[in-house]
């Protein structure tokens, strides 16, 4: 049974950094893509960021371009989302995903495995 679970989010003021990480078990890690989703208040789930383990190929989303990276540690099975300069429109909760093929794409349906998710909150 795969499970993920994300932890590392919380509150933090504009400008400030927050690092998620997602450990993933029963899952065949760099099997397929692994991502970044983010739900707002009132607003759909949205893809940030996504890589393919065996070879770190990664995109995002044009909206974290240049404060959000993603990497990985195959030796856990971890994936990590690095957010630098956050703004209050990035509060949300932050969703790890796998199981996503071969293309990355920041879509929902490409992604078979969910976390709960994670809150994070960031104050003006």
């Known amino acids: 049974q795969v499970q993920l679970v994300e932890s590392g989010g919380g509150s933090v003021q504009a400008g400030g950094s927050l690092r998620l990480s997602c450990a993933a078990s029963?899952?065949?890690?760099?099997?397929?893509?692994m991502g970044w989703f983010r739900q707002a208040p009132g607003k759909e789930r949205e893809g940030v960021a996504s890589?393919?383990?065996?070879?770190?190929?990664?995109r995002y989303a044009d909206s974290v371009k240049g404060r959000f990276t993603i990497s990985q540690d195959n030796a856990k099975n971890t994936l990590y989302l690095q957010m630098n300069s956050l703004k209050p429109e990035d509060t949300a909760v932050y969703y790890c995903?796998?199981?996503?093929?071969?293309?990355?794409?920041?879509?929902?349906?490409?992604?078979?495995?969910w976390g709960q998710g994670t809150q994070v909150t960031v104050s003006s």
């Open positions: 995903a796998a199981g996503g093929g071969m293309w990355c794409r920041l879509r929902i349906s490409d992604y078979n495995y």
């Open positions: 029963g899952y065949t890690y760099g099997s397929g893509c």
């Open positions: 890589i393919y383990p065996s070879v770190s190929t990664t």
